[in-house]
């Protein structure tokens, strides 16, 4: 995976770009009549997002006979999920794919989604994507100036370790874990016992082979595509979050398409979504066969006592907006 440009820099490349381009902005340029949109993410052309946003291109592309013309950047050409976000932001991009955890910073009811056991099960989690709540959530990214465009699945994270088995809470002491660079994935981390260690996702495998952390945390798809299973032997299935991911565009893109134009882009990215949640439920199962071919020591655990450990820190929240959408989400 290529290493990510720091974002002061990412920006000020991108910008320079735009100037000396002729563009007001870099991200969606017009050419008789032809508009572009530049649609960046972190993951591998073989992933089930890559695939999926493919199959939105191809969808928009024909919804508006190539009136709208989409260019996905892989591996994180175009930066970190940070910098993405704040590019979109001032409009240097147009569309990208990130985990909602990455949102967190610049939206914070998105937290609740970063909570631990939010959902009863898979059933739940798409009610609450596809609830009026869900769509509450969607919207709420216009205040920064961002607009939702839909929710990705993407799986439930659960641990995976180098050495040690991890059977119940009390195996992950002492144990440094990879976290993503979330504070609630943090505080989630060491409320389960383990010494958090956040570390960007690109430096992730060398890290694990030169034994900075014991372990991580991630779906088995990631799992298996990273090959962090090379060196990490044991996947604990606690499933102690299940964090979607949310397609956004830049507000500044947006306001100056037409209507017909958002609505082919909105159609076409329903149809993204149908696709995708299909395939990553394929694509879980596969990676999990895999694993366990490749000699992968798959737990399935009691999640009580994972549960019982993170009580605390959800009840934190009580009283807060947060917690509110929590208690709401339960509600469903």
């Known amino acids: 995976m290529n290493k990510p440009k720091s974002g002061i820099f990412l920006l000020t490349a991108l910008f320079i770009t735009a100037l000396a381009s002729g563009l007001a902005l870099v991200t969606a340029s017009q050419e008789e009549g032809q508009i572009t949109l530049r649609l960046p993410h972190s993951l591998d052309p073989e992933h089930v997002v890559h695939k999926s946003l493919l199959h939105f291109k191809q969808q928009v592309e024909a919804l508006s006979n190539n009136q709208i013309n989409i260019q996905i950047y892989t591996n994180g050409q175009l930066g970190s999920e940070r910098d993405q976000i704040e590019l979109l932001q001032v409009g240097s991009l147009a569309m990208t794919k990130v985990s909602i955890s990455s949102m967190e910073a610049f939206v914070p009811e998105m937290q609740v989604f970063n909570l631990p056991y939010v959902f009863r099960d898979k059933t739940h989690y798409w009610q609450t994507l596809e609830s009026e709540l869900g769509a509450e959530l969607l919207d709420a990214p216009i205040d920064v100036g961002l607009k939702g465009l839909a ?168 009283g807060t907006e947060v917690g509110d959408l929590l208690e709401r989400i339960e509600q469903l």
């Open 151 to 318: 929710y990705f699945d993407a799986g439930s994270r659960s641990f995976y370790t180098c050495n040690r088995a991890v059977q119940h809470p009390d195996d992950l002491s002492g144990l440094k874990i990879r976290t993503m660079k979330s504070q609630s994935a943090v505080k989630m981390t060491s409320a389960m016992g383990a010494s958090a260690t956040p570390i960007s996702f690109g430096e992730l495998y060398t890290a694990l082979q030169q034994g900075v952390v014991d372990g991580a945390e991630n779906n088995a798809i990631t799992l298996y595509k990273s090959r962090h299973y090379e060196i990490c032997k044991n996947y604990t299935l606690d499933e102690h979050n299940s964090i979607p991911d949310i397609i956004i565009i830049s507000q500044l893109v947006w306001q100056g398409l037409t209507p017909q134009q958002q609505s082919w882009i909105n159609q076409a990215m329903q149809s993204a979504v149908s696709y995708q949640r299909a395939l990553w439920k394929k694509d879980t199962e596969l990676a999990l066969e895999a694993l366990r071919a490749e000699g992968v020591n798959i737990i399935t655990p009691d999640k009580a006592p994972f549960m019982q450990r993170v009580s605390a820190f959800k009840s934190s929240f009580n």
